[in-house]
């Protein structure tokens, strides 16, 4: 059965979000460890097509998390908002940007390809 429009959107999307961790990994856009904070994931998101409220990146990101594709660093600071996201590809994650493995809902698929 076809996926809806709305399904293989959010697959795009959250492909794009790798894409966006994986590239900024390799171009040195990340902080130490690897990190890339959420405001600068938001903007090439942004500049891709992908305007996304914080609400709709957080809810990506938790889909990215929960398949052990992305993983969240939350980190305190001493500025007006008490905690600062930040995010970083897996191996698993890098796998699945560069097609080398499936992961369900991510990816760039035809609309009658099943997970």
Not at 25 to 35: A, Q, T
Not at 47 to 59: A, K, N
Request: charged share 30%; proline share 3%; with cysteine.
């Amino acid at each position: 059965m076809p996926r809806s429009l709305k399904h293989l959107h959010a697959q795009q999307i959250r492909w794009n979000i790798l894409a966006v961790l994986h590239e900024g990994r390799k171009s040195g856009d990340v902080r130490k460890g690897g990190y890339l904070a959420f405001e600068v994931l938001r903007m090439h998101l942004d500049v891709l097509g992908h305007p996304l409220s914080e609400t709709e990146l957080h809810d990506y990101l938790a889909y990215l998390g929960d398949t052990e594709i992305a993983c969240l660093e939350r980190k305190k600071t001493g500025e007006s908002a008490p905690y600062r996201y930040e995010y970083k590809i897996t191996a698993k994650g890098v796998r699945a940007v560069t097609y080398e493995e499936k992961v369900p809902g991510v990816g760039i698929y035809s609309a009658e390809e099943e997970d």
